[in-house]
């Protein structure tokens, strides 16, 4: 069985598509909500994130925000901004068609929650067609980081040995390091050339993937 694991942001879409809900549309729409300045509204949304921090699971969870700043009645306003400006790295539908041409199961393998995986599911119905699971490590599991732990649960939901997987992603400590010491091959993808130099196996892209699997394109 050939498994290919891709992890979402900076290897399915840009990074910044997130970046842009956290940012800007939640501040945005604060803002509109409390009748204050967009600015007076950002310095707020900003600091409680701060306050929470990454270490805690809420950071991540799009409801307990939505909560938090009283906004929960524009949830379906806030992922179609989303969605409006949500695109895919030009490479992975042609690529993810020709490995799945060849027998590859192919599943996702991230810590964005899943609500942002299925907006790329709803625009992209092909990209749907494609993916055959999808594991969030914060919406499946209550795992903040992909760990050992996280990985494992793939290992055994999938019912494979690691040397059956090749897993992609552009953070070196839990898309290379922490899989490739249970055996599983990595590759880092670094699109936009920012990665320092770890000596490791690098694309610049899906398509370079081709070429290291031995695969045709078509």
Known sequence: MKI????????????????????????EIYATKHRIDIDKAREIVLKSYDEIGPDRIEWYLVDYWLKKFEIVEYRDLLFKKVLNRLVLFDDVIPVLKIL?????????????????????????????????KVYSSISNFGIIKKSREFYLKILQDLCVSPENIIHIGDNYEQDYLVPS???????????????????????????????????DEL
């Open 4 to 27: 290919l694991s891709l992890d979402y942001a900076d290897t399915i879409i840009p990074k910044s598509i997130i970046d842009y809900f956290w940012l800007d549309i939640i501040p």
């Open 100 to 132: 799945k041409s060849k027998g590859y199961t192919i599943v996702i393998s991230s810590n964005t929650t899943i609500e942002f995986i299925e907006l790329s599911f709803i625009k992209y119905s092909e990209l749907k067609m494609l993916i055959d």
């Open 181 to 215: 010491q249970l055996g599983i091959k990595c590759f880092l993808i670094d699109r936009f050339r920012k990665l320092k130099n770890f000596g490791v196996r690098t694309i610049r892209s899906l398509s370079e993937l081709l070429s290291y699997l031995q695969v």
